[in-house]
């Protein structure tokens, strides 16, 4: 995991029977179809980190276009695919980004736009910057740039569409799989006490991608002070009950 | 009137014994004052010059001196011009008066230049953690704080030297200014 080579960037688009030997031809109809249907309607979070995100509104509007893709945006985490880290994150703000990174329903694909994702590029020595991205959390893609033009984000996401028709794009499973590497690193920059509202283990668990690297030494850390999730009592205040 | 008022004010300050008068061109003026007197400066500045505008405080380290110079930005819109008013405290304690009763934004800036150099101004109304609330290391932009150091410490280095960039050193291009050779 330390090397750069490791980020899977694709340029040559994948033969048709890449991986998929079958033997009845009507086998893998239905996961096709769904593997077409989920790479052409993709909705983008709107939530933008750095300066990269200048570049999203060409993309997204007239001049370039995005939604010939079937690209849109979208404002809640519940609701969307794709978490576009568009530039250098802040601890604080990786906070935040983790905090929506597992709010998203899977399958989900994270991409590092510009150069900050990859190892902080211009901020590297910036006290107040989280440099590798990776470490925190898998990424699917990355397009490099200090920032990618338009037509650059917009040929990674249609390598990204490439990778989800093929079945590639699986970087979501990774964070279930070695959710101990990841919290471990969250737990460095955050300290010991770090906790998010989402039970990634039980997702884990739900999902069947429960390995040996999910649970360690930091998840075990996380569980002694986790506190279990409560739903927030709402009701009419006195004052409210009045009024009406 | 505005032309006036600037012709008084010039010839004002540099009757003035503590106060060093630079005007660096129609539109700006460099006062350098000694701490005590600056507020009295601001409230002659704002109460008779109509330099009611503060635009910005503003704080420079100099270790090698062991000062810290805060710098008042203050502007007239009837003048038209900016007067830069600097005066150097002790780094230690670091400690000067709050400008808030005379300029309310001031609340801002003040806060603003304690958490990044730990600066205390005695009468503002407040100095809790204002942007850096998750941050629990000492005043980032003192110069003692080697944030090289500090990311070292902290972080991993991720090498990006892909082949495309191999590729393009290998006709002898690439990159030419490398950081370690211009600090």
Known sequence: MSTIDNIPVRHEPPTAEAGSKRSNPLAHVFDELVKFCRSRSLFMLHYCTGCGAIELPPAMTSRFDMERLGIQPMVSPRQADILLITGYVSIKTLKRVILTYEQMPAPKYVIGICSCTVNGGMYWQSYATAKVLKEYMPVDMYIAGCMPRPEAVISGLRELIVDIKSGRADAWKRYYQNYDYYLGNQQKLFGDNWQTPTDVIAEARHYGLLTEQTLGEHTALLEKHQRPLQALEMRLTKKEKQEL | ?183
């Open chain 2, 1 to 183: 009137m505005s032309k006036e008022l600037n012709i008084w004010l010039d010839n004002l300050l540099e009757d003035i014994e503590s106060v060093q008068f630079q005007r660096k061109s129609s539109r700006r003026v460099r006062v350098d004052v000694a701490s005590e007197a600056l507020p009295a400066l601001l409230e002659l500045l704002q109460g008779h010059a109509s330099y009611v505008h503060l635009s910005a405080i503003s704080c420079v380290d100099w270790i090698d001196d062991n000062e810290f110079e805060l710098v008042y930005h203050v502007w007239s819109y009837e003048t038209r011009s900016l007067v830069s008013a600097h005066t150097r405290i002790p780094r230690d304690p670091g400690v000067y008066l709050s400008i808030y009763d005379l300029y309310q934004p001031a609340a801002f800036f003040e806060r603003d230049i304690h958490e990044m150099f730990g600066v205390y101004f005695e009468g503002s109304p407040d100095m809790e953690k204002f942007i850096l609330t998750e941050w629990e290391g000492p005043p980032p932009m003192r110069k003692e704080f080697d944030s090289e150091a500090f990311v070292n410490e902290t972080f991993t280095w991720e090498q990006y030297h892909p082949q495309w960039l191999k590729d393009i050193e290998e006709e002898g291009g690439g990159i030419t200014t490398r950081p370690e050779d211009v600090r």
